[in-house]
């Protein structure tokens, strides 16, 4: 059984840090294509980033140059580094696994397994 579960997230101000990490049982992640996504309530889900099994990556518009996603094979964690926090960071962030092939921009609708999510709080 494929399970991934988020920590890492929590509350900053700012122009602050945080480092989420996605550990993974039963799934590679070097395997295929992996993101974060994020929500915020009352909004649609966003895709943030996505790394590929060549270490490839993409990235939002809205966090290119300030995100960073990686993925550890021995660890078989997945990350994101965000730096330069900002107020509109506020969601709540998933990491997810696909099991093939996945559109740009990204769809949730092609990634298959979710992580329960955590909380990611900035304020000015």
């Known amino acids: 059984q494929v399970q991934l579960l988020e920590s890492g997230g929590g509350s900053v101000q700012a122009g602050g840090s945080l480092r989420l990490s996605c550990a993974a049982s039963?799934?590679?992640?070097?395997?295929?294509?992996m993101g974060w996504f994020r929500q915020d309530p009352g909004k649609e889900r966003e895709g943030v980033a996505i790394?590929?099994?060549?270490?490839?990556?993409n990235y939002a518009d809205s966090v290119k140059g300030r995100f960073t996603i990686s993925q550890d094979n021995a660890k078989n964690t997945l990350y994101l580094q965000m730096n330069s926090l900002k107020p509109e960071d506020t969601a709540i962030y998933y990491c997810?696994?696909?099991?093939?092939?996945?559109?740009?921009?990204?769809?949730?609708?092609?990634?298959?397994?979710w992580g329960q999510g955590t909380q990611v709080t900035v304020s000015s």
């Open positions: 997810a696994a696909a099991k093939g092939w996945v559109r740009w921009p990204m769809n949730q609708a092609d990634f298959t397994t």
């Open positions: 039963g799934y590679i992640v070097s395997s295929s294509y």
């Open positions: 790394i590929d099994h060549a270490d490839r990556t």
